[in-house]
């Protein structure tokens, strides 16, 4: 039920995100979302989605479904969309840049293998701390641009 949620979030969500995403154009508008989206996921799973399972398992699974649909179904084509338009901005290969994520990824599941056998909980404060590192460099990068236009 929970990954039929996910799959309809993803798809219902992932064309509005793609037309927000192009009216954009190199704002980071989407970004600043998935980032909060990011932070709160920790917060989410082990205090909202966890135990609304337990309580109402058709709750859990629409809410979750939900969340974790536009975190992850919708935030993976924005990020995937902005490196896209980057990598042609500044003329790199898009390829190169997936394949650091895929690189990425593969770490991010080794390393979860690794939390979750001393506390499942400790995966998705990592992906909370991913969602503070993500503001930072969103933040950082809206002063450096700032900072490159008064010059």
Known sequence: MVYTCIAIVAVVFQPVFGIMADKLNFRKHLMWMLAGLMIAFAPWWIFVFAPLLKINIIAGALA???????????????????????????????????MWGGIGAAVGTFISGKLFAINPDYIFIMASCAGWCWRYYCAS?????????TR
């Not at 536009?70 to 997936?98: H, M, N, P, T, Y």
């Not at 990068?141 to 236009?149: D, E, F, T």
Request: charged fraction near 20%; proline fraction near 0%; glycine fraction near 18%.
């Open 64 to 98: 979750g479904g939900a969340f974790i649909g536009l975190a992850f179904g919708c935030g993976c084509g924005i990020c995937e969309a902005w490196i896209d338009k980057v990598s042609r901005l500044e003329g790199f290969e898009f390829g190169r840049a997936r």
């Open 141 to 149: 990068s809206v002063l450096a641009s700032r900072a490159a236009w």
